[in-house]
Structure formats: C-alpha cells, structure tokens
C-alpha cells in the first residue's frame, strides 16, 4: 500500500461530557469530560488505525496543550510527527444535553502561527514526501496564516509527484483547489464557495462540479451530501453513493471518516467509485458513535457490504438543498 501523510496546521484536544438539562445562569455539573486528539487530519489518521493501516499524522502543536495531544495520539499508538510552535494547541467542547439529547459544539479559533513555522511545515514536507505517496491535508488554518498554505501545500505535492487530497473551507479551499489537488471533498456549501454562486440546487450539482473540475487543475470531487451520501464527479463521469439510514448519535469526525475511507481505499488501489463507497461508509459508520468518538471498523465493513450490494450508480437521489 502506498504512503499515506496527514497534515493538520490547527490540531484541537477535542472535550466532551454530558449534563442533564442545559439552562443559563446555573452551575451545571457535568459528567467526566473525555479527551480526544482531534483536528482534520488528526482524526483521519486515527480512523486509518482503526481500520489497521498506518498513515504518518503531521501536525503542529504547541504549549502544555501541545503536550497533551501528543500524549494522547501516543497512547493511540498513532505514528505521528509534531512541528513544534510558540502557541498553544487549541481546546474544543461538546456538551450533550441527556434530557434533550441535543448536542452543543463550541470551536476555539488556535493559536497564531507564524510565517516563520509556516515555512518549516512546507520544509518538512519537501524532506518526508515521496513519489507516489498520499498527502491529504484535513481541517482550518491558524488565524494569521496565509490563506494561499494549501495553494503551497499544493504545489510542493505536484513538484513531488505526490497525490494531494484537500478537505477545508472558505479562502483556503479556494486557493488550494485552484493551484492543484488530485480529490476534493466539498459539501454543498463548499462546492457553492468554490463554484462562486450563493446555493446550489440538487439539479445543478453534476454540471457545476464537472464545469469546476475542466477549469482547474483537479481531478476528482467527492461532494458530500450528509446523511444521503455522496456524488462522485470527474470531467466524464458522475456517480451517485446513497447513504444507509442508521441511527445517529453524533455527526462530530464524519466528515473526516469519509475523508480517511476515501484515501485508505485510494491507497489499496479501489476504483474510484468503490473508494467513494467505502467512504460514505465510514462516514456513516461515525455518525453511529456518541460524543467525538470516530468510526468502528466493525460498523464500517457492515455499512460498505451493504453499500456494494444495494447501491445502484449513476441513480440519482432525491434531497432538499
């Protein structure tokens, strides 16, 4: 199996717990918080250990935060290569309330990073990656960082003969896909940024994303659709992956399951559409776990069996944009 890197430049310590009845003004007493490294290219690392294969997670980190993470990604035994920074790693929380079973999700912005550390980040990459390698980088910037680090990012990939994989939002998704990545796994919201218009509608899903894809440099888009699944789009061709119904617990780390299914099947060298397949599967599979918990490899070789044997491609599904 080919190389697999991860890159996250704005890792988080994701802390969940759980409280009977949310309501201001109270001191609410709540269950023993649970940590969890967390970060887009953190958590598709440690989905790719749990379907046991290995991937090298590249992450910046920085004060006793910094630290914490680490521990915890070792205690994963997660292979894992940390660019060390003057601020500290950010803390993410999610509050489950047990009465309403309504979850409450409060993301911190990180630390700032410096041109300085963003220059060795791209250093690093030009010493560790290798033709034919993975790269996928997962998740937001650093606030003071450059909103072109992808469209770099991207263009160390290319010079390297690297596939590069990007799943962000905003400027940075922007510029990135527009110097260059091999796979793009935009939602409806990210397809429209990129796309520049203000909502897309289901119809116009296949022609825009084809329209995008023959006018820069990227090959495949995975546009994610949630709980329906997915389209997966080149310039000729467009598939259609329903999604099963299960019982959700938590949409926390789905899409960075999708993501990590989508490489790992890349790297094992599935077609296209099976690798979009086995994404949705692991994305589906995460929604089944409570709090930040990831995907199950159990959940994931159930949903991607039923998945292969129920899908008809090239079927279109019916959704409310």
Sequence with gaps: MKNIVTLTVNPAIDKSTTVTCIKPNSKLRCTTPIFE????????????????????CLYLA?????????????????SQQMIPILGWTRENLAVTDTTT??????????????????????KHLELILSE??????????????????????????KSKKVKFILDSSGEPLVYGAKAGV???????????????????????????????????????????LGPQGAVMVTKNTVDY????????????????????????????????VEMAKYGVACGTAATMTPGTQ????????????????????NTKININT
Aim: proline share 4%; with cysteine; aromatic share 6%.
């Design 37 to 56: 490294a967390g970060g887009g290219g953190i958590n598709i690392s440690r989905v790719i250990h749990e379907l046991n294969e290995i991937s090298t």
């Design 101 to 122: 079973h309504q979850q409450f999700r409060f993301g911190m912005p990180g630390p700032d990073v410096s041109e300085e550390e963003c220059t060795k980040v791209l």
């Design 182 to 224: 091999f796979l793009l796994k935009p939602n409806l919201g990210e397809l429209s940024r990129l796309c520049g218009v203000d909502a897309i509608h289901f119809s116009e899903i296949e022609t825009l994303a084809q329209n995008f894809l023959r006018n820069n440099p990227c090959e495949v888009m995975v546009v994610s």
């Design 132 to 157: 034919g390698d993975y790269l996928v980088a997962s998740g937001s910037l650093s606030p003071k960082m450059s909103v072109d680090f992808f469209a770099k990012v991207a263009t160390i990939a």
């Design 241 to 272: 992956i329903a999604a099963p119904i299960v019982l959700q617990q938590s949409t926390i780390g789905a899409g960075d399951s999708m993501v990590a299914g989508m490489i790992l099947g890349l790297a094992q060298g599935k077609s296209l």
């Design 62 to 78: 920085g004060g006793p935060t910094g630290t914490h993470l680490h521990q915890l990604l070792e205690a994963e035994n997660i």
């Design 294 to 313: 990831l995907c199950r490899k159990k959940d994931v070789d159930a949903l991607y069996k039923w998945i292969t044997e129920n899908s008809k491609e």
